[in-house]
């Protein structure tokens, strides 16, 4: 490119960033683009959420140019709902916007100030009415367990312990952990809990000759203590 071509192009350049306005650009964007509204939202892959609690959350997102929504436009719009981790959106033009939903789990029921929660996988406290869609979840209580709790159960399926078979976890402030399992057993657990010593109560449990203790007591650094 000779000398001329190079002149000329950054004199348009320049004439362009002195005339450029974005306010006006963004307005001329709205007044092209209305004919862009959203008409359609679809919900995917929620489970513990009702559908008709995000669509009246999202009730207006409607009639928005499709263009000038953003996914924190939504999000905003869904913020406090229970049970809800993260979305995903995509557009499809002209006017549909597809909304994937995921969901934290309820992993307890916790009572707190003699009242009874639901404790999700991200440690939220949430008041449930209807007990009966989570009556086989296990009772976690003790003082702050809520804090402590997710990180533990984390460890505990993280080394395949069979949780299903846990009825109640036991908090206690020195941030140690008894479990009482279906069968009613006590395992009693120290406070610096670690894999080798989680992988060390599956085995005792597989044991046979433990299956008539209730209590199995580890809290002891290198000792078991059964009754």
């Given amino acids: 490119m000779n000398k001329f ?3 000329l192009l950054l004199i348009i350049a320049l004439i362009f960033l002195s005339t450029y306005n974005p306010n006006k650009f963004q307005k001329n964007i709205k007044n092209e683009t ?16 009702e559908k008709d609690k995000l669509y009246k959350k999202l009730n207006k997102i409607y009639g928005k140019n499709i263009l000038l929504i953003k996914r924190e436009d939504i999000e905003e719009s ?10 995903e959106v995509k557009k499809k033009y002209p006017d ?4 994937k939903i995921f969901e934290t789990r309820p992993v307890g029921i ?8 639901l404790l999700d996988s991200s440690s939220n406290l949430i ?3 209807n007990e009966e869609n989570f009556s086989e979840l296990p009772a976690i209580i003790g003082n702050d367990a809520e804090i ?25 402030k020195i941030g140690r952990w008894d479990l009482e399992l279906m069968d009613k057993r006590i395992i009693k657990l120290p406070d610096n809990i670690t894999d080798n010593i989680i992988k060390k ?10 299956k008539n203790y209730k209590i199995i007591d580890l809290r002891i650094d290198g000792k078991i203590i059964v009754e």
């Avoid at 209305?34 to 959420?49: G, H, P, T, W």
């Avoid at 869904?78 to 979305?87: P, T």
């Avoid at 312990?161 to 036991?170: A, D, M, R, S």
């Fill in 201 to 210: 109560t599956i085995k005792l449990l597989e044991r046979k000759d433990f």
């Fill in 78 to 87: 869904l913020k406090n709902i229970d049970f809800l981790e993260k979305i």
């Fill in 96 to 99: 549909t916007i597809t909304i």
């Fill in 5 to 7: 071509y190079r002149i």
């Fill in 127 to 129: 008041k449930e009415d």
């Fill in 34 to 49: 209305n004919f862009l509204k959203i008409k359609i939202i679809a919900i995917e892959d929620n489970l513990l959420i």
């Fill in 148 to 172: 402590n709790f997710v990180n533990f159960f984390s460890k505990l399926k993280n080394n395949n312990f069979p949780t299903k078979n846990i009825k109640n976890y036991y908090y206690f």
């Fill in 110 to 117: 916790i009572f707190k100030d003699k009242k009874k929660y």
